[in-house]
């Protein structure tokens, strides 16, 4: 499975747009890259999934370049409520479906 | 439509006592996992299951921890004997049946609430 790399904390304002980064040299050519946000005290929910280029939905973007060894997710105007761990994964889910999750990214949005 | 049900939400138990974790899977899920949580880390993956089948336990210890998912009812995770270290998050995600032919790259895992077990 390819390591994913993120920062481990960021801080932010309301009304601001957060980009968090996570590095994935290793990705394969059947990879898939995935986010999860986890509230405290909850479970982990899905936000994105892409394979290249951008992805966009209700919640938010994913960028992700040619050489695919990175991945960035926009939240856009944060606001409190996105105080949360956001985790990157990577894998292809067509073999073994366990998800691998690192550490992830602990964002704080002050008002 | 309910989401992931887990229950207790809190569970202690003294050293050495049993403890039984269940999983209701959203509706018409058939697969199941089970990830642990110890505090400021991530998730990691225990087992997956299907009905009445174990698909794969790599992350679960040998000893003392086992797991079902019966043809009715919810999926147990059972942690016999208990100590302090395994006090943690335990949650359970489900996930719809896998369809061949499908999108094959499409994975999303559904999460329930979690249950913390505290071990005194």
């Known amino acids: 499975l390819a390591k994913t790399t993120q920062p481990i904390s960021m801080d932010s304002y309301e009304g601001q747009e957060v980009n968090i980064t996570c590095s994935h040299n290793?990705?394969?050519?059947?990879?898939?890259i995935t986010w999860y946000q986890q509230f405290p005290s909850q479970g982990p929910r899905f936000i994105i999934q892409g394979y290249k280029t951008k992805v966009t939905n209700e919640v938010a973007s994913l960028f992700i370049p040619a050489d695919r060894k990175s991945s960035t997710l926009s939240l856009p105007r944060v606001s409190l409520s996105d105080t949360a761990v956001y985790y990157c994964?990577?894998?292809?889910?067509?073999?073994?479906?366990?998800?691998?999750f690192g550490s992830g990214t602990r964002l704080q949005v002050q008002p | 439509n309910a989401g992931v049900m887990q229950n207790p939400r809190h569970l202690v138990r003294r050293r050495g006592q049993e403890a039984r974790l269940r999983c209701s899977p959203m509706?018409?899920?058939?697969?199941v996992y089970w990830y642990r949580q110890l505090p400021e880390e991530g998730l990691k993956f225990m087992v997956y299951l299907q009905k009445e089948n174990i698909i794969d336990e790599s992350g679960m210890p040998k000893e003392r921890f086992s797991a079902e998912f019966p043809k009715e009812g919810p999926s147990i995770l059972r942690i016999q004997q208990v100590v302090r270290g395994d006090s943690a998050a335990y949650f359970c995600?489900?996930?719809?049946?896998?369809?061949?032919?499908?999108?094959?790259?499409?994975?999303?895992?559904?999460f329930g609430p979690g249950t913390r077990l505290t071990v005194l």
């Open positions: 290793n990705i394969a050519t059947n990879d898939y």
């Open positions: 994964l990577v894998g292809s889910y067509t073999g073994r479906r366990a998800l691998t």
């Open positions: 509706k018409g899920h058939s697969h």
């Open positions: 995600a489900s996930s719809p049946p896998y369809t061949s032919g499908g999108d094959n790259s499409y994975n999303e895992q559904f």
